[in-house]
């Protein structure tokens, strides 16, 4: 299937986006108003403007909705100012926020990044919200019941675990076992990206990069990607290597998709959730590994081009896709 035909499927998927679903402010700072406090005489930070948008699993989903697929997410967020930003900022998108799990005991997920008004650079330390304490007992156990009781219905189910600490993200033990369920007990197509935990899921397709595979061989004791694809028993592993490609391993001979290459990327960040989110949606629809990190490294090849976590449209991607 070429381009088009790939992406005239998408419309007919249904994409359930699971996990720590979190809010990006980016925040615009004049460094001439940087006046001490008259209180503590430390230089204050005069933010002048503010830009919101859904991160890390919520800017998996952006990608999907970008795509043209009907996409949800699942996850917790707080009852705070942040949760009512980020529960807007997915509605401007398209995408279905219902299956929140909503709860006081929590904050919001929220990075606030600081961008200089003068260079257009972020240059100041990142503000972080984050949660370290493990997921109260009820929420837990709510997302679980949500996710086994939706999670069948949909095409693909994309999992972000983007938390970093021991504690505090939504993809815990539980969640990760009814994943595993799901996907081997219905026709869904479980594609999961982990930062700190792959060795940890069991029977579903994982995306991580260069890196955090070998960290996972070494978490998991095991000598080669392929020896952890066996641990975790993944159908597919996906290993990501930036401007390079990715690497697939299925238990045959593993195979190396080139990327796209590009010239001076903009900004990085969120490549691999456009990757992700390109690449198990063509998955879904060609059944195709190979073609699957083909996409999906299209995909990655657009979003690097813009600033702040950006997405691919349709037009995009088939201008892209021409012969040059």
């Known amino acids: 299937m070429n381009v088009a035909a790939i992406l005239a499927d998408f419309p007919?998927?249904?994409?359930?986006?699971?996990?720590?679903?979190c809010l990006d402010r980016w925040c615009e700072y004049d460094p001439?108003?940087?006046?001490?406090?008259?209180?503590?005489?430390?230089?204050?930070?005069?933010?002048?403007?503010?830009?919101?948008?859904?991160?890390?699993?919520?800017?998996?989903?952006?990608n999907v909705a970008a795509l043209g697929a009907k996409v949800a997410v699942l996850g917790v967020i707080g009852t705070d100012g942040f949760g009512f930003e980020l529960k807007g900022a997915l509605a401007a998108r398209g995408i279905d926020g219902s299956q929140l799990v909503e709860s006081s005991a929590i904050a919001t997920f929220t990075y606030t990044k600081l961008i200089n008004n003068q260079t257009g650079q972020e240059d100041l330390p990142r503000v972080d919200f984050v949660n370290t304490r493990s997921l109260p007992p009820d929420l837990e156990a709510d997302l679980v019941r949500r996710l086994e009781a939706i999670g069948p219905s949909y095409n693909v189910i994309l999992v972000s675990d983007q938390a970093e600490t021991d504690?505090?993200?939504?993809?815990?033990?539980?969640?990760?076992?009814?994943l595993s369920r799901i996907a081997a007990t219905h026709p869904v197509w479980v594609w999961v990206d982990s930062r700190m935990r792959s060795e940890l899921f069991r029977g579903v397709i994982m995306k991580i990069n260069r890196f955090e595979a070998e960290a996972a061989c070494k978490r998991a004791?095991?000598?080669?990607?392929?020896?952890?694809?066996?641990?975790?028993?993944?159908?597919?592993?996906?290993?990501?290597?930036?401007g390079l490609g990715a690497q697939i391993f299925t238990g045959d001979v593993p195979s190396f998709v080139k990327a796209r290459q590009v010239e001076n990327p903009v900004d990085i960040c969120g490549a691999g959730d456009s990757f992700s989110a390109g690449a198990a949606l063509t998955l879904a629809t060609t059944r195709g590994p190979i073609a699957a990190a083909r996409f999906?490294?299209?995909?990655?090849?657009?979003?690097?081009?813009?600033?702040?976590?950006?997405?691919?449209?349709?037009a995009e991607l088939l201008a892209a896709s021409e012969p040059s």
Do not use: H, W, Y
């Open 296 to 314: 999906g490294n299209l995909v990655a090849s657009i979003t690097i081009m813009k600033k702040g976590t950006g997405t691919a449209s349709p």
């Open 32 to 62: 001439q108003l940087a006046d001490p406090s008259r209180e503590t005489d430390i230089p204050r930070i005069g933010v002048v403007a503010t830009e919101v948008t859904p991160g890390a699993a919520g800017t998996v989903a952006s």
């Open 12 to 21: 007919k998927l249904r994409v359930l986006v699971v996990g720590d679903v």
């Open 167 to 178: 504690a505090g993200g939504v993809v815990t033990a539980p969640v990760r076992s009814a």
């Open 221 to 242: 004791g095991c000598e080669d990607f392929e020896g952890l694809r066996k641990i975790m028993k993944a159908p597919i592993l996906v290993v990501t290597r930036g």
